[in-house]
């Protein structure tokens, strides 16, 4: 496990952009895929959006396409997450995970799942006002 700590979360309003930080304590050399994950009260936590760690490849939530774009900075082991055009329904707790190692996790099943991750960070607030 690796340590995560997220930030830039705040209250913003409808319409508005927020960028999220992610940073890791250690190399993340031999991760493949860094996530963000949302969680509020009462629901499950979800997948939100995915950057594989060597190509960059982006994947994303449906409901946050065309909104928020994932990205990062190998060299300072950070991920971030733009967000833009804020929706009151994006309001949760945001995550930040590492996958767990292995070609058992590498796929679309574990991705879109926490079980497939195995380090966290502590989560950031993020807030939508209408």
């Known amino acids: 496990q690796v340590q995560l700590v997220e930030s830039g979360g705040g209250l913003v309003q409808s319409g508005g952009s927020l960028t999220l930080s992610c940073a890791a304590s250690?190399?993340?050399?031999?991760?493949?895929?860094m996530s963000w994950f949302r969680q509020t009260p009462g629901k499950e936590r979800e997948f939100v959006a995915a950057?594989?760690?060597?190509?960059?490849?982006?994947t994303y939530q449906d409901s946050v396409k065309g909104r928020f774009t994932i990205s990062r900075d190998n060299a300072k082991n950070t991920v971030y997450l733009q967000m833009n055009s804020l929706r009151p329904e994006d309001t949760a707790v945001y995550y930040c995970?590492?996958?767990?190692?292995?070609?058992?996790?590498?796929?679309?099943?574990?991705?879109?799942?926490?079980?497939?991750?195995?380090?966290w960070g502590q989560g950031t607030q993020v807030t939508v006002s209408s």
């Open positions: 250690e190399d993340l050399f031999s991760t493949y895929r």
């Open positions: 995970a590492r996958s767990r190692p292995g070609p058992g996790y590498s796929g679309v099943y574990f991705r879109d799942r926490p079980d497939g991750y195995d380090s």
């Open positions: 950057i594989t760690w060597t190509g960059g490849m982006a």
